[in-house]
Each structure stands twice: as C-alpha cells, then as structure tokens.
C-alpha cells in the first residue's frame, strides 16, 4: 500500500493570502502547502482521502488520471469543496464514485452540493455521479484496503479518522476517543495533524500531537495539516526520532 500526500496545509493553504512572513514567501518546495488530502494507492485501486479545495491542482501535479472511491473526515470546505472535479473522473473512466462518510457529512454534501443529487439541475458540462454511503465504525474494505473508520473530535465536531491496515491517517483533530485510542495504538505509521505551535480549539498543536505519538508508540509518525508557522527544515531538526514533518508529494509504503 501506498499513501501519496496531495497536500499537507491547512484551511487557507501556504503561502497564505496576503501574508509575507518568511514562510508564506519562502523558496522551499516543503513549504509550500496545498489543503490536506491523501490517495491511497493498492493493488491498482486508487482511494482518495477528502476532496480537497486544491483537488484539480493536485491531480494534475501528481499525474491521477483515477479515482476509485472517495473517504471523507468531515464537511469543513478545505476538506470537501472540491468535490465538483469528480466529474471529469466519472466522464474519462465511465463510472460512478462510491463516497463515504459519517452521518453528518453525507448531510451536509447533500445540503451544500444539493445541484449534484437533484434531478431539475440543468446538466449542462456535466455533474458528478457519485454515490453516498453513510459509515460508522464497521470494517469495510476496498480496493484490498482494511479500513475502520475512527471517532475524532474536531472541536465541537465528531468526525472521522481512518485506520488503514498497520497505518491511520488522523486530521483535523483536538481530541482521541479512548475508544479509538485502542484501535491506534503500536501502528507501523501514524499520519496526525500538528497545526502550530500555539493551542488551538479545533487542532492539535505540536506539542499536543507529540504528547500523543508518544501514548500510541507508532514505528513512525508524519505530521500534516501544517500553518505556516512551521519552516520545514528547522522544525524537521527538532523533532524526536520516528518524528516527521509530511509535505506535498511525500509518498510512504506500508
């Protein structure tokens, strides 16, 4: 199995609008930060984590030319508003896109996005087809992919993290449920968000995500959803050992 990160921002993306610290306007490749997303490639089948904002950028960069099913965390728009660009993956490989989520999530695309299941939408260049599949925390697998969906808090919010085989992808997260605690620990990969240095209502920040790494003991932790308080190559230097910082294009085997 292979997990390519499409992109390892936050909400806003870095460079950040109209921002000019040393970051925003660095010549670093790493840190430069498209919205957080992951595809999960196995055997072929091509999996897609969230729809981000920066989906056709992405696709583009990283040459995908497929897309099988589609996981969603959660409804925030970095995570989901680029759901539109499924259509040109329905058109070029004649199929319609399994999509899943939690109870809430497929509401909401089904509140925002309402143009995509209603049967008045003037077709026009084409819509998505796509088709919506509640999940909780059974089981499923596709594409020879185990996979358990996780109860994350997000703030105020429950959504979703996914357990992949031995690895599990984590974002947007201020809280583990001791449930899903259990099924996180001593993974050979642990990929969790680490938004900042400073505490923050919706996100883990650094110190919290270590502070975690440490409970779970993963072989390896990856830390993405990053702002742009974060220089690569100096915050690479100070973490522990088993400790990385994702960026754009990084790809793991696991």
Do not use: W
Request: charge should be negative.
């Amino acid at each position: 199995m292979n997990i390519l990160f499409l992109g390892t921002g936050t909400s806003t993306g870095i460079p950040s609008l109209c921002c000019d610290c040393s970051i925003c306007q660095s010549d670093n490749i790493k840190n430069k930060r498209l919205r957080s997303s992951v595809l999960v490639r196995n055997e072929g089948n091509h999996l897609l984590i969230d729809t981000s904002t920066d989906l056709r950028q992405q696709c583009l960069t990283n040459n995908i030319t497929h897309i099988n099913q589609v996981l969603y965390t959660h409804h925030h728009a970095d995570h989901l508003h680029g759901i539109d660009e499924l259509r040109s993956f329905n058109h070029f490989n004649k199929m319609v896109i399994p999509c899943y989520g939690n109870k809430d999530t497929i509401h909401e695309i089904k509140e925002k996005f309402n143009y995509i299941f209603s049967a008045s939408t003037q077709v026009g260049g084409g819509l998505p087809r796509l088709a919506l599949h509640i999940i909780s925390n059974e089981n499923i697998n596709l594409g020879g992919v185990s996979i358990t969906p996780l109860d994350i808090i997000h703030g105020k919010m429950n959504i979703l993290g996914y357990k992949l085989n031995k690895c599990a992808y984590i974002t947007d997260c201020s809280e583990i449920p001791l449930e899903s605690k259990k099924q996180l620990r001593n993974l050979d990969i642990l990929i969790l968000n680490a938004l900042g240095f400073d505490p923050h209502p919706t996100h883990f920040s650094l110190s919290q995500a270590l502070d975690t790494v440490k409970e779970l003991n993963p072989k390896r932790a990856i830390l993405t959803h990053i702002n742009h308080k974060f220089d690569h190559e100096k915050v690479s230097s100070q973490l522990p050992a088993g400790v990385e910082l994702a960026y754009d294009g990084m790809e793991l085997e696991c």
